[in-house]
């Protein structure tokens, strides 16, 4: 049973930076893609970061620059540096699984496997 648990939201000014943190459990393919994906209240989800099991990444074009995807495979654990917050980045934030191939679908909705998100709130 694939279990995804997300952790690290929390409240911080425009300009500020958050990390958060996704442990992974019950995953068992070799080739995977794992991401982060947000969405704010009456909006389409959007795609934030993801990365592959050959650490390959791809980002979203309004995090470019300020958001950083890494893993730890060791601990099973994808993470989400956040940097240079801006309010529009206030959304629920959410880890998703997936095969190799989702992280160059373009669309969300091919992740099968999802956690129950953290919220992200950024004030001006």
């Known amino acids: 049973q694939v279990q995804l648990v997300e952790s690290g939201g929390g409240s911080v000014q425009a300009g500020g930076s958050l990390r958060l943190s996704c442990a992974a459990s019950?995953?068992?393919?070799?080739?995977?893609?794992m991401g982060w994906f947000r969405q704010a209240p009456g909006k389409e989800r959007e795609w934030v970061a993801t990365i592959d099991s050959d650490g390959s990444t791809t980002y979203g074009d309004s995090v470019k620059g300020r958001f950083t995807i890494s893993q730890n495979n060791a601990k099973n654990t994808l993470y989400l540096q956040m940097n240079s917050l801006k309010p529009e980045d206030t959304a629920m934030y959410y880890c998703?699984?997936?095969?190799?191939?989702?992280?160059?679908?373009?669309?969300?909705?091919?992740?099968?496997?999802w956690g129950q998100g953290t919220q992200v709130t950024v004030s001006s």
């Open positions: 998703a699984a997936g095969r190799i191939w989702d992280c160059y679908s373009g669309s969300w909705r091919n992740f099968g496997y």
């Open positions: 019950g995953y068992t393919y070799s080739s995977y893609c």
